[in-house]
């Protein structure tokens, strides 16, 4: 796509419903909207949700854009790079950015932060990736920088830093996004990073004079305050799993209100072991927790599909989802 992204929201494409919702919204309120799919959950050799590869995702989201067919929605790639799916191999990066260029995504964020080795390597390779996804397609647009922290603070010696990987990136294309460790950070149901207001301030003018917008990850779980707060200075956020946290509680929530048995669903989530990485202050022996907080990646377990089918003779389970996903959506859309 030629134009540039005036979209202030990135949700991630926790499940069907999730997608449709944001279609929807987007084509009701005529507000450009961005999906933006790890690895993890969308790639070239499937993923979580739905299993779908990308082509299968592609070809779903073009359903969606004839059902709703006033919706913008920015098909984006988040943190494309070696390590986010559990392979180093550059292979399997390469691979995910021919197939999302192949499918027609509009958007790639390049991010090399495990990549194995110091940091003018991770930025030579960075560079690598970025000239072979402009070889593929020139339009392509494109977002740097990395959000793997801890929460931090980031502070003034930091900026140095940003300043030089700016100016290298600048030497050889024009990103769309710079991702800022601004401390935000999701833990369990919460938000439990510092928002360090005069740092990116900082970085917001040093990227302002290169013509690059900021963008935020891990925007989860905040209140409207905050989000104006941030809003002041950062020009895009990314929230997933609160999209997928709120599904899962909706569904248990209709569960417990018609007398459905849900049990074996908690417990393949459980099993799973991917509510681990959420964990802060809970334990492992608190199992509902932990279910809840990574229920989004058992959408395609048979024993979701099967409750989802009982819920379906009570009441459209798929439209109370949507319809509550919307209000999400709007939570945000501020």
Sequence with gaps: MGSRVNAKIGIGPMSSEVIEAVYRYSHFYRKQ???????????????????????????????????????????????????????????????????????????????FCHFKGNREEKLNESKKAIEYALGLNPNI??????????????SLPNLSEIEREITFIKGFCNPEFY?????????????????????????ATIAKENGIKIKEHNDDYLDKETIKIKRELVDAMNIAPQFGVVQTQLVITKCLQYGI????????????????????????ENKMLCSV?????????????????????????????????????AHYDI
Excluded at 147 to 152: H, K
Excluded at 265 to 274: A, I, N, T
């Design 261 to 284: 048995n849900f049990d074996r669903f908690l417990k393949d989530v459980y099993d799973s072991g991917k509510w681990k990485k959420w964990l802060m202050n809970n334990t492992a």
């Design 179 to 203: 991702v800022v460790q601004t401390g935000s950070l999701v833990k369990e149901i919460n938000q439990v990073g510092n928002f360090n207001k005069d740092f990116v301030s900082k970085i």
């Design 293 to 329: 907080i990574a229920g989004h990646y058992g959408f395609n377990y048979e024993s979701y599909k099967d409750i989802i089918q009982q819920l379906s003779t009570r009441l459209d389970i798929k439209e109370f989802i949507i319809n509550s996903i919307s209000d999400l959506i």
């Design 33 to 111: 909207l961005m999906l933006i799919a790890s690895k993890n959950q969308i790639d070239h050799a499937g993923g979580y949700v739905n299993g779908w590869t990308t082509k299968q995702y592609c070809l779903f989201l073009k359903e969606m854009k004839k059902t709703y067919g006033n919706s913008d929605v920015i098909i984006c790639r988040d943190h494309c790079g070696p390590g986010f799916n559990g392979i180093d191999d550059l292979r399997d990066t390469y691979e995910t950015i021919k197939n999302d260029i192949d499918n027609g995504f509009d958007l790639i964020h390049i991010d």
């Design 141 to 154: 647009l494109l977002e740097v920088g990395t959000d793997e922290n801890l929460g931090t603070n980031y």
